[in-house]
């Protein structure tokens, strides 16, 4: 793969800091439900939240006893994430760093949690990322992403409507390989309320442990 040349990086991250910047928060400040269930059993140690955003789910492990590096491409929803955690007092237990993910080399084995939450770009860039994410994680520790499956496209609601960034938990779990083991691999769904009423919407979601 090759990363992207300095315009072009330049360009996509000016992209998604106008789109922070365009209101208090993009998405709500509340964790993504499948995070609370999935990380509700674990016990709190270091965290790697990749493709952060505003942070709400690094912010949220930070209140449940984690240390959490929340790593995104837009240093102003990072600076949001920053405040968010300041107002729930718990700033001294979050880190941040902007990085395009495409370049970014993770510390191997140095998480107990990595986090990847609708991570959406073409699949050959986003498969080192997801290589590295399942070699960051610890001797113990867990692998959870979550994103937009493809079938939600013609069968879900909301999400990309490029069929070229969405993919699958059995995609996922091709790309992980033998470096992890799956606990839990496949389609969830979730309700999403819309002005005309509840949608459905279909997700793709892998847990994975290193033993």
């Given at each position: 793969?090759?990363?992207?040349?300095?315009?072009?990086?330049?360009?996509?991250?000016?992209?998604?800091?106008?789109?922070?910047?365009?209101?208090?928060?993009?998405?709500?400040?509340?964790?993504?439900?499948f995070?609370?269930?999935?990380?509700?059993?674990l016990?709190?140690?270091?965290?790697?939240?990749?493709a952060?955003g505003?942070?709400?789910?690094?912010?949220?492990?930070?209140?449940?006893?984690w240390?959490?590096l929340?790593?995104d491409?837009?240093?102003?929803?990072l600076?949001?994430?920053?405040?968010?955690?300041?107002?729930?007092?718990?700033?001294?237990r979050l880190?941040?760093?902007?990085a395009d993910?495409?370049?970014y080399?993770?510390e191997?084995?140095?998480?107990?949690l990595?986090a990847?939450?609708?991570?959406?770009m073409?699949?050959?860039?986003l498969?080192?990322?997801?290589?590295r994410?399942?070699?960051?994680?610890?001797?113990?520790?867990?692998?959870?992403?979550?994103?937009?499956?493809?079938?939600?496209?013609?069968?879900?609601?909301?999400?990309?409507q490029?069929?070229d960034?969405?993919y699958?938990a059995?995609?996922v779990?091709?790309?992980?390989?033998?470096?992890?083991t799956?606990?839990?691999?496949?389609?969830?769904?979730?309700?999403?309320?819309t002005?005309?009423?509840?949608?459905?919407?279909?997700?793709c979601l892998?847990?994975a442990k290193?033993?």
């Amino acid at each position: 793969m090759t990363s992207p040349d300095k315009q072009e990086t330049a360009r996509e991250r000016a992209m998604w800091n106008e789109r922070y910047a365009a209101k208090d928060f993009v998405w709500t400040v509340t964790p993504n439900r499948f995070l609370v269930e999935e990380a509700a059993d674990l016990a709190p140690g270091r965290a790697l939240d990749l493709a952060a955003g505003e942070a709400r789910n690094a912010v949220w492990l930070a209140e449940k006893g984690w240390q959490a590096l929340a790593v995104d491409f837009s240093e102003i929803a990072l600076d949001k994430g920053v405040q968010l955690a300041e107002s729930r007092h718990v700033a001294d237990r979050l880190e941040v760093e902007a990085a395009d993910l495409r370049d970014y080399v993770p510390e191997p084995g140095g998480f107990d949690l990595v986090a990847v939450f609708y991570l959406h770009m073409a699949w050959d860039e986003l498969v080192p990322i997801i290589e590295r994410a399942a070699e960051a994680v610890a001797p113990g520790g867990t692998f959870l992403l979550v994103a937009h499956d493809s079938t939600n496209l013609a069968n879900g609601h909301g999400g990309p409507q490029n069929p070229d960034v969405l993919y699958t938990a059995n995609q996922v779990v091709a790309a992980i390989g033998d470096r992890l083991t799956i606990e839990k691999a496949g389609s969830v769904t979730r309700q999403v309320e819309t002005d005309i009423g509840i949608k459905i919407a279909i997700d793709c979601l892998v847990r994975a442990k290193r033993a």
